[in-house]
């Protein structure tokens, strides 16, 4: 019975100070976010051409890093980056 308790009361312990830790994690944005809110926040400063056509492509680009093609969805950032004249 004492070892039942004890193995118990291990796991529960165990079990608590994990859920501790991993509240404790900072959130880190993925280079896809940092893409998009680059993107985003300049085109919407912005009323040219540029700035429309960014816009449009936003969503092909979020739509790519959730396909998990960053590949592409980077080329496409960086070519948007580069029509509002945003440095990487």
Known sequence: MMR??????????????SAAAMAQQSTTMSDCDKWIA??????????????????????DIARMCKEGKTAEAQKTAMDMMALLGIKP
């Open 4 to 17: 039942i308790m004890f193995v118990m009361f291990t796991l529960v312990s165990i079990m608590w100070l």
């Open 38 to 59: 680059k993107i985003d926040a300049e085109a919407g400063a912005r009323l040219d051409e540029a700035s429309y056509t960014a816009r449009q492509k936003l969503a």
